[in-house]
């Protein structure tokens, strides 16, 4: 199993993983999820929110969701060709986006920065 090192050199990107489960792929996923769950802890310090999507409340799973922070779209790849949900075929579709987080701020006063610039581009858009 390949353990992932959480490193803040250089710019780093959030990548928001939506998995959605093949149909009737409960057993599959019973099978693979302790495996699933040692990926998941070797790689801690680099998911920054996970877990199961679940179909209704008190449900079964219906698919994963994670955000998790890499230098880029090619280390995010080598991270989901190894995730064992997925190397083992359980999810029907992978999507990726890029994500900037905006809350919980990760530098105090970051919204109000933003909506301050904000308010300033809309003084401007009105005068024009």
């Known amino acids: 199993m390949k353990m992932w090192i959480c490193s803040r050199k250089g710019v780093r990107m959030l990548f928001c993983v939506t998995c959605i489960d093949k149909p009737d792929s409960a057993a599959l ?3 693979t999820r302790a495996v699933h ?20 409340p008190g449900g079964g799973s219906a698919g994963s969701l994670f955000v998790i ?5 090619a ?9 064992p949900y997925n190397r083992g075929g359980l999810f029907q579709s992978v999507t990726v986006r890029v994500i900037r987080q ?3 701020e990760t530098e105090p006063g970051f919204l109000l920065q933003e ?13 024009a």
């Open 75 to 83: 280390e995010l790849d080598a991270f989901l060709a190894d995730e």
């Open 37 to 56: 769950l040692e990926y998941m802890i070797a790689a801690a310090g680099l998911l920054r929110y996970g877990g199961p999507l679940i179909d209704e």
């Open 115 to 127: 909506l301050a610039r904000e308010r300033a581009a809309e003084a401007v858009s009105v005068r």
């Open 69 to 73: 922070d890499l230098p880029g779209r």
């Open 29 to 31: 996923r019973a099978a």
């Open 102 to 104: 905006m809350v919980p």
